[in-house]
Structures are given as structure tokens and as C-alpha cells.
């Protein structure tokens, strides 16, 4: 089915890279353009609104789909499409954590699925989450933990959450902020975690226009420990702003240096930038690192949390007319505030890229980088980027058998892992 064309009448989410596919399918061996690394061996899955009816009332409103390409020996092994089932269907992220495979969206449950993206059903950690769950928790490489936080309109506004490496949720904190505000993201570090308190006041999820930019409200990042209590949070005063996505944090010495994506306004392009909250003093210094609009920053995951050098984030480079239009990968150097790009040409558009380490890397690069990119003449690609030779051909080209459109958020789920 060819997507719908642009129209003033259809909105932007309904048509083009972003028009929803109406088939599930189950197709094996995939042709293959160039050499898929044989130690890449494990499933890259992607989550994403795909609406059933064909419609819906926002982007982000849509039925969550799943998309996964199984990566064996060199070889594609297969494509898998397959919708969320049930009430609700979570169209934001998904993460593997203690075994489970769970499909994600922050005003709901976690619905839990199959290896083979079956629904298996709503997921509340034995009964400890009562009403839902961020799309973006992080995994601990060090502890192997799941921190992550629930937020509302009702009270408690935000509470913490740490499930330990078997899944079991040891702590929940609720942490006191005056009103509920947007908190789409929030970040780790080896000891603490970092939670937004902007000026995005949320009014209900049921509302269609959930959030409201609030001058009055006083902007705040706070840090707290990851074992510590609401008492313990150290709120730094910061310029007004909204973040939409954490690339990273980490300590180092008395400071906490914070990368994320951020703009000064509400639906207003945003960009790379970095805070250093000083521990000692109470001071904080912010800088933009990159001001173009880029957003669905990733890093490698054993770098969450700890310094790091390497971040991934798309460019949306026509933002400013409407939708996404055109799209372009970036590898930064953040300790260096440069980047390198991959631009896939004309009617190509790359969605987010996630980090597959090599087996045994030792370089923070040396790593296969992997995405979905919509070709608006006909099917989808999964390219398979060299992170080291990131402007270079791609290392793998893997055909898929129709178009996946652009989405949210994805996994790389490795074998044995
Ligand atoms: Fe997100």
C-alpha cells in the first residue's frame, strides 16, 4: 500500500514516511546488500504509533506496532510486524529487563510481549505500579538495576522506582514537586538520578491538549541518590526550558554533567545542550553543544550513566514547515561538541539509531549502529552503520519486504544477554 499522500486536510502524522501499514507479517530471509557482521547475532526491535482505523487525533496517539528484524550467522533471518494488543497499546519504546520484553508509554502499564511480539498483557511488577510507567527507563551496567518513575496529574505527582537485576521493585519514592509537569525522560548516574521540574504543567491525559506552558512556574533540575528518599534531592534553579530527551549523565569529581535534548519553549525546535551542576557550590552552568534541532539521542549502553564520548541523534532538518520532512543522522563527540553525519539522501529518512557493541569491544565506537530508514519511493531498509567509520557506505543494506513507518523508540536485544 503506498502511503497517503500530504494533503492541508490530513495532518502530517497520517501521510508520507508516517502513514500507517494496515499487515502484519512473518518474512524470512531477507535480502541482504553488502555484509552483515557474523557476530551480530540478536533482534533489533522498534516501536512506533501505527493507528488501526488509519487515524488519529495526534502522532503520538496512535496504536503502538512493533518491528523487529532477527539478526543469526550473517544473516537476516526475518522481519515481524506485529500490533499491541488489548485496551491500550503502549507506542513509545520497548526494553528488555530481567527477561521480559516490555512495550512502553508514560500514561500507562507496560504490556508485556513475546520474543515473536505476541501481547501477553499488561505488566505492573507484581502489583507495585499502579498507574503507569515512563517510556525511557534506564538499565544500570553496573548493577544491572531498572530505574524509572511513574508521573501524573494526580498525587503523588512523581515517584522513583528501582527493580533490581531479577526484576523486583526494591524502592519507590514518591519525590515532592508542586504541580505535575511534562516528564517524558530523566537520567542516571553511577549514584544518582536526575529528575526534570519544568514549566510544562500536565492537565490530564485524557485532555487533547494535555500540557501548558506556565511562565510562573520556576524551573528546576533535581539530583537525587539512587537509594535516597524525597529529603535527600539537591533542586538546582535553571533557565526555563523543556526537555524532551536525556542523551546522558554522569559524575565527575563534585559536579553532574547532564547532555539532553532541549528547547526554551514548547513546541519549538530543540537542541543539544549541557548542563554541569556543581555539587559543592549549588552553581550550574548550561551551554548549547550543538544548536541544530536534533532529538532521539542514544548512546551505547554500557556507557549510561558514566562518562561517555559518543551520542547518536537524528536531525529534523524541516521542522520548521511542518512534520519532519527530511531526517539525517548524527555521531557526536560530545567531549569535543563535534559531529559527523550520515545523510541517506534524497527521500531517505533515518529514524532512530540504537548502539549494537561488538562482541568483546574494548572502544566506545567500536560498535555496529542500526535503524530503520523510509524510502519514500517503496519499502523500508535496516542499515547497519560501522560507528567508526560513520559517514562511510554501510556496513549491511537489509531489504525488508515492506515500509515500516517512522517511529518512536527501539531496542537492540542482544543473544545470551
Ligand atoms: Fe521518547
Not at 540478536?42 to 512506533?48: D, E, I, L, Q
Not at 530481567?98 to 505476541?118: C, F, K, N, Q, Y
Not at 507495585?128 to 494526580?154: D, N, Q, W
Not at 533557565?239 to 549523565?249: F, G
Amino acid at each position: 500500500m503506498q502511503p497517503t499522500q500530504r494533503t492541508d486536510e490530513v495532518p502530517f502524522h497520517l501521510t508520507g514516511a508516517f502513514a500507517p501499514v494496515f499487515e502484519e507479517r512473518t518474512d524470512r530471509d531477507l535480502t541482504v546488500i553488502g555484509e552483515l557482521p557474523p557476530d551480530l547475532c540478536g533482534t533489533y526491535v522498534r516501536n512506533g504509533p501505527n493507528p488501526r482505523s488509519g487515524t488519529s487525533p495526534a502522532w503520538f496517539a496512535g496504536d503502538g506496532m512493533l518491528h523487529a528484524v532477527r539478526f543469526e550467522g550473517g544473516r537476516a533471518r526475518g522481519y515481524r510486524n506485529r500490533w499491541i494488543r488489548g485496551p491500550y497499546a503502549p507506542n513509545t519504546n520497548v526494553v528488555r529487563h530481567a527477561g521480559r520484553i516490555l512495550s512502553l508509554v508514560e500514561a500507562r502499564l507496560p504490556v508485556e510481549v513475546s520474543a515473536d511480539l505476541e501481547t501477553v498483557g499488561p505488566y505492573d511488577f507484581g502489583g507495585v505500579l499502579a498507574r503507569s510507567m515512563t517510556a525511557h527507563p534506564k538499565i544500570c551496567p553496573r548493577t544491572g538495576e531498572l530505574l524509572f518513575f511513574a508521573y501524573g496529574a494526580e498525587p503523588p505527582h512523581l515517584t522513583f522506582y528501582r527493580a533490581d537485576a531479577r526484576g523486583e521493585v526494591v524502592q519507590s519514592t514518591p519525590i515532592d514537586v508542586p504541580k505535575a509537569t511534562y516528564l517524558h525522560d530523566f537520567a542516571i548516574t553511577a549514584r544518582c538520578a536526575v529528575f526534570y521540574d519544568l514549566p510544562v504543567l500536565v492537565s490530564s491525559f485524557k485532555s487533547p491538549a494535555p500540557f501548558a506552558w506556565d511562565d510562573g512556574y520556576r524551573a528546576r533540575i533535581g539530583i537525587v541518590p539512587r537509594d535516597g528518599r524525597d529529603e535527600d534531592v539537591r533542586w538546582f534553579d535553571v533557565a526555563p526550558c523543556t526537555i524532551s530527551h536525556t542523551v546522558n549523565a554522569f559524575e565527575d569529581g563534585d559536579t553532574v554533567v547532564l547532555d539532553a535534548i532541549r528547547a526554551p519553549r514548547l513546541f519549538t525546535p530543540h537542541a543539544l545542550y549541557r548542563y554541569t551542576f556543581d555539587l559543592r557550590t549549588g552553581k550550574v552552568a548550561e551551554e548549547t553543544l550543538d544548536p541544530r534541532f536534533v532529538d532521539f539521542p542514544r548512546v551505547h549502553p554500557a556507557f549510561q550513566g558514566a562518562a561517555y564520548r559518543d551520542a547518536y541523534a537524528v536531525e529534523l532538518c524541516d521542522f520548521a514547515r511542518g512534520g519532519f520532512g527530511r531526517t539525517r543522522l548524527h555521531k557526536y563527540d560530545v567531549a569535543r561538541g563535534t559531529s559527523v553525519v550520515h545523510d541517506f539522501g534524497s527521500g531517505q529518512m533515518p529514524g532512530e539509531a540504537v548502539v549494537a557493541p561488538r562482541p568483546d569491544a574494548t572502544a566506545e565506537d567500536d560498535a555496529w549502529v542500526l535503524l530503520f530508514v523510509h524510502d519514500d519511493r517503496g519499502p523500508s531498509a535496516l542499515v547497519v552503520l560501522d560507528a567508526q567509520r560513520f559517514d562511510g557506505d554501510p556496513v549491511a543494506t537489509v531489504r525488508l519486504p515492506c515500509r515500516v513507518p517512522f517511529g518512536f523508540h527501539g531496542a537492540w536485544l542482544p543473544d545470551g544477554a
